[in-house]
Nanobody
């Protein structure tokens, strides 16, 4: 499966962006999908996960501001980001878990990764 993340850009603090993660080569409706981010000089960190049931879980730092959703007909997962803060600046990655068992907050839980899309929030 190949993942293509898009939708990043430059936005002012308080603004919104919607990231997309389009999958090809495999239908992802049966798999858990995750979003991670990596800020300059920092380690990659978990942002959100959406399970095949549609259930979601978020990092505390984005809870209440970010919403993850999926459109199985389009084989795409989204990350709606509202009330963006300067500290949200990072490269955002989507990932898919094809192995048995639920996706979780660990990067090692995932099998394939997209190339990343840069989100820059100006203060």
């Amino acid at each position: 499966v190949q993942l293509q993340a898009s939708g990043g850009g430059l936005v002012q603090a308080g603004g919104s962006l919607r990231l997309s993660c389009a999958a090809s080569g495999r239908t992802i409706s049966s798999y858990g999908m995750g979003w991670f981010r990596q800020a300059p000089g920092k380690e990659r960190e978990f942002v959100a996960v959406i399970w095949r049931s549609g259930g979601t879980y978020y990092a505390d730092s984005v809870k209440g501001r970010f919403t993850c959703s999926r459109d199985n007909a389009k084989n795409t997962v989204y990350l709606q980001m509202n009330s963006l803060k300067f500290e949200d600046t990072a490269v955002y990655y989507c990932a898919v878990r094809e192995r048995m068992g639920p996706a979780n907050t660990l990067g090692t839980s995932y099998d394939y990764w997209g190339q990343g899309t840069l989100v820059t929030v100006s203060s």
